[in-house]
């Protein structure tokens, strides 16, 4: 059953840590993103990739961190230095974005500061 | 920076009304745009999206591009309480190759 699965599903971080989010692929989609839910509010792209060991900042990337080693794979990282990182975070695959090409999301981790 | 706007709603139609959803973008070269409809708590999902000016239909969804307008909206007919969500839209930004999206509208269907 082909998706896109995040983990873990909620997070909490405590003072001065970096936490990884995970994110896997099995719909062997080229491109990979990450995106930032606030309450009441869009997604803003944090990271994007559209092939293996490369990425691009998205319009808030202070902060965070990617890797793209497996096609399969884009963890992100939430450093200490982003002082505000409670909210809903979501992942997303797609073929290469072409004209016809959507974007489908994981089910999203909810990180919390402790 | 490339935009794209919605009104944030709430928008309230009754039970088997049409509800109509617009949204208008910054950006002239987008070549395409996307449909989400986002529960609460739940991530988004794909309704439908459109890349060529006019209407596109889906069942109850139709969605309308004017590219010279630079507007996009989603007709939803015979609304269901269950169509009760948040609808982002989104447009291709074809430079860096990622979808902008709206902050969402939120559709309330009273039954």
């Known amino acids: 059953d082909g998706g896109i699965t995040q983990s873990p599903k909620y997070l909490f971080r405590k003072e001065g840590q970096n936490v990884t989010l995970s994110c896997e692929q099995n719909?062997?989609?080229?491109?990979m993103y990450w995106y930032r839910q606030d309450p009441g509010q869009g997604l803003r792209l944090i990271y994007y990739?559209?092939?293996?060991?490369?990425?691009q900042k998205g319009d808030i990337a202070e902060g965070y961190s990617v890797s793209r080693e497996k096609k399969e794979s884009f963890p992100l990282t939430v450093t200490s230095a982003q002082k505000n990182p409670t909210a809903f975070y979501l992942c997303?695959?797609?073929?290469?974005?072409?004209?016809?090409?959507?974007?489908?999301f994981g089910d999203g981790t909810r990180l919390s500061i402790l | 920076q490339k935009e794209v706007e919605q009104n944030s709603g709430p928008l309230s139609v009754p039970e088997g009304a049409i509800a109509s959803l617009n949204c208008t973008y910054s950006?002239?070269?987008?070549?395409?745009f996307f449909w989400y409809r986002q529960y609460s708590g739940k991530s988004p999902e794909l309704i439908m999206f459109i890349y060529s000016n006019g209407d596109k239909e889906d069942g109850r969804f139709t969605a309308q591009l004017n590219k010279a307008s630079q507007y996009v909206s989603l007709l939803i007919r015979d609304s269901q309480p269950s169509d009760s969500a948040t609808y982002l839209c989104a447009g291709l930004d074809t430079g860096r190759r990622a979808l902008t999206f709206g902050s969402g509208t939120r559709l309330q269907v009273q039954p």
């Open positions: 950006d002239r070269g987008s070549q395409s």
């Open positions: 719909l062997n989609h080229d491109a």
């Open positions: 990739s559209q092939i293996v060991n490369d990425f």
């Open positions: 997303a695959s797609s073929h290469p974005p072409e004209v016809r090409q959507p974007q489908h």
